[in-house]
């Protein structure tokens, strides 16, 4: 069975600072692994993502994951903080491409 | 990058009224499209799974009669809430996927539906 766990449901980092984004995965085929952000009352808009190749990979605004197959993870960082980047962010995980898995959501919060 | 559009952005009516929903691709033909429903502060719960051309398929506990899905081509899927109570209040949201194991799904910018 696929799974993914977010840890953490909140997080808060002050504008500036490294922001740093845990999901791990469980999966016993090589995934496809996502990660989305949500803002207040709007759908989820895709940062990265990951399927096959360079295992660091570079998304929108900044961020960037690494795939890592040893830690079952692909967190999310981004070296400074920015005030728009507060948002929910969710991890997912695609194996056939028809099921997705989403996490619970993080929630980062950015001070200023 | 591809564009998913979804109508009504808010919606407020009384209960027993039906409700719907309708999510478009602009960019390209959508294989499937997946409805979720979304609970304030809370993960995406996946709904229905709605392939063009047959019958959606819904998530356990999800009313079939009560989420009507239609998906009648490859670029729009309707979602109908029929007689909405109060409890149907959420924010829904669709997505669309080319049907590629390696491409992510394109969500609307979601529906807030408030039930008086």
């Known amino acids: 069975a696929q799974s993914v766990t977010q840890l953490g449901s909140h997080v808060s980092v002050s504008e500036g600072a490294l922001v740093l984004l845990r999901c791990n995965y469980s999966?016993?085929?090589?995934?496809?692994l996502f990660w989305y952000v949500q803002y207040p009352n709007q759908g989820l808009q895709l940062l990265l993502k990951?399927?096959?190749?360079?295992?660091l990979v570079k998304g929108i605004n900044g961020f960037e994951a690494e795939f890592k197959k040893s830690e079952t993870s692909f967190h999310l960082t981004k070296p400074s903080a920015h005030m728009s980047d507060a948002a929910e962010y969710f991890c997912?995980?695609?194996?056939?491409?028809?099921?997705?898995?989403f996490g619970t959501g993080t929630s980062l919060t950015v001070i200023p | 990058g591809a564009v998913v559009s979804q109508h009504p952005s808010r919606v407020i009516c009384k209960s027993g009224t039906s409700v719907k929903i309708e999510c478009r691709s602009l960019?390209?033909?959508?294989?499937?499209m997946f409805w979720y429903r979304q609970f304030p502060k809370q993960s995406l719960m996946l709904m229905a799974t709605?392939?063009?051309?047959?019958?959606?398929?819904?998530e356990q506990g999800v009313e079939k009669d009560k989420f009507l899905i239609n998906h009648a081509s490859l670029t729009l899927s309707t979602l109908t809430v029929t007689s909405a109570h109060p409890e149907d209040s959420s924010f829904y949201i669709c997505?669309?996927?080319?049907?590629?194991?390696?491409?992510?799904?394109?969500f609307g910018d979601g529906t807030r539906l408030s039930i008086l």
């Open positions: 997505s669309a996927f080319l049907g590629q194991g390696n491409q992510p799904q394109h």
């Open positions: 997912a995980v695609s194996i056939t491409g028809n099921q997705f898995y």
């Open positions: 999966s016993s085929v090589p995934p496809y």
């Open positions: 990951y399927t096959t190749g360079a295992t």
């Open positions: 709605s392939n063009e051309g047959s019958k959606a398929t819904y």
């Open positions: 960019d390209f033909q959508a294989t499937t």
